[in-house]
């Protein structure tokens, strides 16, 4: 027996999904600005686990609060810091300004990391995120490594924790930053890297199989302790330098030859890597290289 049923078919517009928006857009929606002002709020933020960090041109100075509050809240940040020049001195201290919240101590996590630090004290570049992955599969677990400029554990913890050597000597002579990379070893469970508040030139000589030099500003007058720390048999320097663009790559690969001439050693360059823009025309670069 076959029923019939009482149907019909009504014809309809099929609905359209709102397209997703960038935060960006999101934010231009929300803050009350006119549109002039509009065009100078910042394309491009760092946000350090729930702490944000941005520029903001001196035109918007009057309205940094509301701006905050709108990319806050667009971006989940606690806190909103404005960048107010680079980093100084010879702790490497960021030169920002407070200007939404009140904790600017976060713990940031990337790769499998945690990284507890004070961003109001401490530096962080999220432009090195690239290197920082690298470096986590770059030894092995037979292997000493020295870390001259270790801060809150930037390399020493990614390579700690992915490629297990047997030990790292992580030196900083930042004490609020060796306290922080002091915390980091504890909360990732890590057991092989020893924290050394001091300046490197306590570094043990002939000691280490790799040394990590990443550190930007005058790296080059640390090369000479860099090849005496390195094993008499041999291993390899990871130096980082910035430099013009019109003097790469041959500045930072000459000055690790010249170096290595003066002390009778050879040295061999296993890569070259341009990891970030740090200025218009200057880069942030790295040179791998076998001394023995």
């Known amino acids: 027996m076959i029923r019939s049923y009482d149907a ?9 999904k709102k397209s997703v928006q960038s935060p960006i857009e999101n934010i231009l929606e929300k803050v009350n600005l006119d549109e002039k002002l509009k065009k100078m709020l910042p394309r491009k933020w760092e946000l350090i686990g729930d702490v944000l960090i941005m520029k903001l041109p001196n035109e918007l100075e009057d309205y940094e609060k509301d701006i905050a509050i709108a990319y806050a809240n667009e971006l989940g940040a606690k806190s909103v810091i404005k960048e107010v020049s680079g980093i100084s001195g010879k702790f490497r201290n960021p030169n920002v300004k407070l200007i939404l919240g009140s904790e600017t101590e976060t713990i940031h ?63 900083e002579i930042n004490p609020i930053a060796y306290g922080y990379l ?73 000055r690790i030859k010249e170096c290595a001439k003066n002390l009778n050693r050879t040295m061999t360059m296993l890569n070259y890597k341009e990891i970030k823009s740090y200025a218009p025309g200057v880069s942030h670069v790295v040179v791998d290289a076998e001394v023995r």
């Open 8 to 16: 019909k078919i009504t014809p309809h517009k099929p609905i359209r």
């Open 109 to 171: 996590k990337e790769n499998g990391i945690r990284f507890k630090l004070d961003v109001k004290e401490i530096m962080f570049s999220s432009g090195n995120i690239d290197e920082r992955l690298r470096m986590a599969n770059i030894a092995n677990e037979n292997e000493t490594i020295v870390d001259m400029f270790a801060g809150i554990g930037y390399f020493s913890l990614p390579i700690a924790v992915h490629s297990h050597p047997r030990k790292i000597y992580a030196y």
């Open 182 to 254: 002091c915390e980091n070893i504890v909360l990732n469970k890590v057991k092989n890297i020893l924290p050394i508040l001091s300046d490197n030139e306590n570094a043990q000589e002939n000691a280490a199989d790799r040394v990590i030099m990443g550190y930007v500003h005058k790296t080059h007058k640390y090369l000479a302790k860099a090849m005496r720390v390195i094993k008499e048999k041999g291993g390899i320097i990871h130096y980082h330098e910035v430099c013009p663009n019109e003097l790469l790559p041959h500045r930072p690969i000459e």
